[in-house]
C-alpha cells in the first residue's frame, strides 16, 4: 500500500453507483483497518455494517426524522459553533460543494434536500457504523478516529471510495431501533463506501488544507 498516495487520492465520495462490493473485498478491508493502533490496544472500535434492504429500511426511518425536522440527539454532542479559521474552513467547503452542484445561496429547498443525502447515504450501498465504549472515554473515540482513517485509506488504494459522515449519528434511537448497537456504546459516526459516481459534479472538487507553519510549532 502507498500511503502518500491514498492520502492524495482520497476524497469525500457524495454520489455512490449502487453496485455492491464483493464480500471477499470487504473483508479484507477489516482485517486491514483491524491493524489500526490503540492505546493499550484496546481496539475499542465496533462496527456494524449495513447494505441490502436493512440499509433501505434505515434510511427510509433516518429520512422520515430529517423531514420531520427532529432535533439531532447524538451520543456525543456535536460542536455548538464553529468560530474563528473553524467557521472559515466549514465556511468554505459548504460553498465547495453547494457550488459543485449548482445549489444558489439562500436555496434552502435545494440545501435541505442536499443535506438529507447524508440520510440517503449518498447512494452507498454499504455503511459501516462505528460505535465505542462510553467506559472509555474520549480516548476510546481518539483511537476509532485512527481507525476510521485507516478504513478510508486502504479503502481507496482498493479503488473504493468513502465518505465519514457524523449526520448519521444524529438519530442513535433511530439507528438502534435497527441495529444492536449496545447502550454501553457511544455511536460515533458511519462510513458510506462503494464505488464512486466519478462524473457526478458533486464529487469533482477537491478540499483545500492549512500551511504547515499555520499548525506546527517546533521547538528545539
Ligand atoms: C468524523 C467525520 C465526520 C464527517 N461527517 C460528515 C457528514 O456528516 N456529512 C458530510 O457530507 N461530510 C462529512 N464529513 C466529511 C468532511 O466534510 C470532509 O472530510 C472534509 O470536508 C474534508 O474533505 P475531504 O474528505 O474531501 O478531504 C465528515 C468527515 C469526518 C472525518
Redesign the pocket.
Known sequence: MNVERSLDN???C?KFKSEVLEDGLIQDLLRGAQKTASWCNTQPWALDIVSGVALDALSHSLVECARRGDIPNPDIDFPEQYVGVFKDRRKV?GLQLYEAVGIQRGDVEKTQEQLLE?FRFFGAPHVAFISTPIDLGLYGALDCGLY?SSFMLLAQESGINT??????ASYPDIVRQHLSIESSRNLL?GISFGYGEDSHPVNSY??EREAIENIANFYS
Open positions: 482520497r476524497f469525500s457524495r467547503c447524508n476510521i465518505i465519514a459522515q457524523a449526520a448519521v459516526c477537491r478540499t
